[in-house]
């Protein structure tokens, strides 16, 4: 079930069937003694990695970082524009075609819908998607259906609680559609000038889902089998006092969790700026921490298929 990845852009869940990720997912779960150190690996050794960041991040970049180290390959690259000729005025689509003929594979993180498709244009080389502005994070959807299975077995049948920030959130913009396709129930909740855009939406109805709406959170906790939380996006707003209005909205604390679900499992794509109370950490509940880590072995599968070391 190799066929198609090798030298793939990876710019949108949509460019995945149900056994793709499927098969990354199960060839991960092999990576993770490789990921976790107790196991040497030299798949990867003599490729190099362009890792392009144009805005902050700890997980996604570190967590490509550790994989393809992990697994003997090199990284080049820039974690912050300013350092980087993009401060005198570069192009992304130069600085693209550069970076193209120093590695073998380029992720790229940009402030930009879109900048990812339009890397994958400029470039030779597969371009992966680390964040295209509030597009699209397929690599974070494929370490959360893998957080997801480990915990719960399958996907199908979940009753999958996405709260937050839904209309600039990437991360649910392609968790939520995969969601849809392997079967998952879908509530979503949001204020109103937050809820999940109706492009989304009308995807994840073509698969055949009915998502709930609700701007409540107490109103659907207690039928959650996982509680999604994210991050208000407080960089992508164009006015600050609208940020203002939603901000604190929803928060996660012991008393919230009174009356859910025995084996509730919370995920959050993190970093977290208080939609999470530190007291939940050490409950049975918090999942985001494993979640995180899942990063490193699920990058490991799709490098090693994307630059042809795996099958
Ligand atoms: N989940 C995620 O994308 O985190 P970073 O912004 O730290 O990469």
Redesign the pocket.
């Known amino acids: 079930m190799s066929a198609g990845f090798k030298g793939m852009d990876v710019v949108s869940i949509r460019d995945f069937s149900r056994e793709q990720i499927e098969h990354v997912l199960k060839l991960a779960e092999k990576m993770v003694p490789i990921a976790k150190g107790e196991e040497r690996s030299v798949l990867l050794e003599g490729h190099v990695l362009g890792s392009l960041f144009y805005e902050?991040?700890?997980?996604?970049?570190l967590s490509f970082d550790a994989a393809m180290t992990r697994l003997g390959g090199r990284v080049l690259g820039f974690d912050q524009p300013a350092g980087a000729s993009v401060a005198k005025g570069e192009t992304l689509a130069d600085t693209i075609r550069m970076v193209d003929s120093y590695s073998d594979v380029i992720v790229l993180r940009h402030p930009q819908e879109g900048a990812a498709r339009l890397a994958a244009h400029f470039a030779s080389r597969p371009i992966i998607n680390a964040?295209d502005g509030a597009g699209q994070?397929p690599t974070?959807t494929m370490l959360d259906l893998f957080t997801i299975r480990k915990e719960k077995k399958k996907v199908e049948g979940n009753n999958v609680v996405i709260v937050g920030d839904l209309k600039y959130g990437r991360?649910v913009h392609s968790l939520s559609e995969a969601l849809a396709m392997f079967g998952a129930d879908l509530t979503f909740v949001a204020p109103p000038s937050l809820q999940i855009p109706k492009e989304h939406l009308k995807q994840i109805e073509s698969l055949g889902r009915k998502p709930r709406i609700s701007g409540s959170l107490e109103e659907v906790i207690k039928d959650a089998d996982v509680l999604y939380v994210t991050r208000i996006q407080k960089e992508r707003f164009p006015d600050p006092a609208e940020y203002q209005k939603v901000a604190g909205m929803y928060r996660i604390d012991l008393p919230m969790l009174k009356d859910v679900k025995r084996d509730l499992m919370i995920m959050h794509?993190?970093?977290r700026v208080g939609e999470i109370s530190s007291e939940v950490d050490a409950t049975e509940h918090a999942k985001y921490f494993d979640q995180a880590f899942n990063g490193v072995p699920v990058r490991m599968a799709l490098l090693g298929l994307i630059l042809g070391g795996l099958k």
């Open positions: 902050p991040s700890t997980r996604t970049r964040g994070h974070q991360t794509p993190l970093p």
